[in-house]
């Protein structure tokens, strides 16, 4: 005799304090959370009718011959079935229904910030293969709903194929999480570090599993081809890990990056990888060690190999040689960083170097010029940048606004420097941006012994305010 629905409610809530059952919810694993429920009274018709799918589906979740992955589906099960919100969490929902798991970010639009949507997203994305500004986010945010999913869902079901029969990999496998990769690297410029990680994670482990199920052969280009993914998004992973704070996580993500760079035989990969460790010495101070990584990152790096690469590494190399007083060595880094810019195509590049365009890579030179004494050129400089700032996505513009904070400073425009470090650092809090934090500790020092000048005060303040908004914030 079937239920009827008080008591089945009731089982449900018993059942749902079980310890399998939130096991099954942390793999997302609908067939195994359907399975507990019938050996508990539930049947497939009661979820059916609670849930709004079709029998048929749910018996073909049970058997393992259909493994959900749509946001959608998830919800559906945790809204009819009245899942707690520890439950909902795990399956990646927002703990209380609706769209509590996105995130404003400019005028009411929403950016989804549920970690399996945000794969989606990042896919879609990637599969534009063109830059994306921040109007262009913000409408394809709009847009992003229950049909663009459902659009993406063929994409998901071959990853969660891959997932399930790992030896099944094939060639759309590999394009969607190039694609997703490629995304992520491009969402990582325009959005918060935490609101990414969560998704980038998730997705680093599906290229995790995949390759864990797969034989070790050279020869096999998709698994090689997969290496280069779980390498590209280890170095980003590492970069956001370090912007929140987390060191040891970043280290770990480093570690795997330079291995997956060894295996695919792919040295660009533990290139980047030393590139984005040398800012956290240089955020402390430690233009030594920071210079010495660059240097271990472009001895890894052939010229041919990727000249985005070389371009970015050569500019920061000057960069901290500036910092370190060598002018000389400054000067021959940031020509061979312009030597390799004017052949370089960092859309072409690597996933890595399409934040490289004109206003990031003059705003390296603002700041090699500035600290070696060539104050003009860097004003020169600056002020082109400064009038092509609306076409910067926000996360650059505050770092380049610090650079010319610095250059005023270094040339004695101290009020142009406080209007460019209070501007700047408005972005960093906007942003959440942390990474460049120090970037403006460092300024504030320099600016102490002008603090009885109110717009001077007016940023010691502010940068306290910012100080503990980071603090403050969950690594």
Partial sequence: ??????????????????????DACKRRDLGGLIRILTKYGITQGQIAHLTGRPQGRISEYKSGKRI?????????????LGMPAHLRRHLGLSSSGGRAGAQVVSDGVQIPTDTFDLQL????????????????????VAQLG????????????????????????????????EARSAGFHRLEEMLPAHTIFKGLAAHLNEVGTILNGTATDPKDELRQRLIVVAGESSV?????????????????????????????????????????????PSGKGNHGRARALLTTALRHLPRETSPGTTSWLAARHAEESAALGEKDAALRSWADANEAFNIADPEEDRVWTRFLDRDRFDSFQISTYAQIGRLDEAEQVARAVIARLSEVERKRAGVILGDIATAHLVHGSVMEAVKAA???????RETESGIWLPRFIVLAESLRRWQTQPPVRAFLEELAITKRQFSASPV
């Fill in 121 to 140: 997203f990042a896919e879609a994305i990637g599969k534009r293969g063109e830059p994306l500004k921040r109007r262009e986010l913000l409408a394809m």
């Fill in 68 to 80: 959900p992955t749509a946001k959608h589906t998830f919800e559906a099960f945790a809204d009819g």
């Fill in 146 to 177: 229950a049909q663009s999913a459902l659009a993406q869902s063929e994409a998901w079901e071959k990853v969660a194929f891959a997932l399930s029969r790992p030896s099944a990999l094939d060639e759309a496998v590999v394009r969607e999480l």
């Fill in 1 to 22: 005799m079937t239920m009827d629905q008080e008591r089945a409610r009731q089982v449900l809530e018993t059942v749902f304090a079980r310890q399998d059952v939130e």
């Fill in 422 to 428: 209070r501007e700047g650092l408005a972005i960093i």
């Fill in 236 to 280: 980003l992973a590492g970069w956001i890990a370090t912007d929140l704070g987390n060191v040891s996580a970043a280290r770990n993500f480093y570690d795997t990056a330079e291995k997956a760079s060894k295996e695919a035989n792919d040295p660009a990969i533990i290139a980047c990888a030393f590139g984005y460790r040398s800012y956290i």
